[in-house]
Each structure stands twice: as C-alpha cells, then as structure tokens.
C-alpha cells in the first residue's frame, strides 16, 4: 500500500502492513509527502507498528523539521 496521502490513510495501511506478517522488518517511504504535525503522526503509527524505518516523511529541504522529526520519533 502507499503512504504519504495523508495521516489516518497511512496510519491504516501502515497497521494493514504490520498484519500482513508480524515477523517481517518493515520499512516505508512516506515520498517527501507531509507537513511536520503529519510526518510526526505517521513516524508514531510507523513505530507503534514496530517499523524499522520511515523515509522522507518530509521535503529534502526542510531540515529544520527533520531535526525537529528525529527528536521526536521513535525510529529513523
């Protein structure tokens, strides 16, 4: 399923991933997608999911946001 449409989306599908085998490492790619406040709630569904990774949750060049991201979420 695809992320980065929007949080409650990629919540579910994150959540329809994890059920698919819970033993699978998972990763995602959130394509650049979300606003802070939305890549902060997609990064916990990902990590409440055990996620191992979630990238580019934001644009490349928000990087004042990404630091702000990483301390914050859970998983990088």
């Known amino acids: ?7 409650a989306a990629d919540a579910a599908a994150i ?6 085998d819970p033993t699978m490492t998972l990763m995602a790619d959130a394509t650049q997608a979300h606003d ?14 055990g ?5 580019e949750p934001l644009p490349p060049e928000r ?3 990404y630091a ?7 998983l990088p």
């Open 36 to 49: 802070p406040a939305a890549a902060a709630e997609v990064a916990a569904a990902a990590a409440d999911a």
């Open 1 to 7: 399923a695809k992320i980065g449409l929007d949080p």
């Open 15 to 20: 959540a329809r991933a994890r059920r698919g």
């Open 63 to 65: 990087l004042g946001d």
């Open 68 to 74: 702000a991201l990483r301390v914050r979420a859970r």
């Open 51 to 55: 996620f191992a990774w979630l990238e």
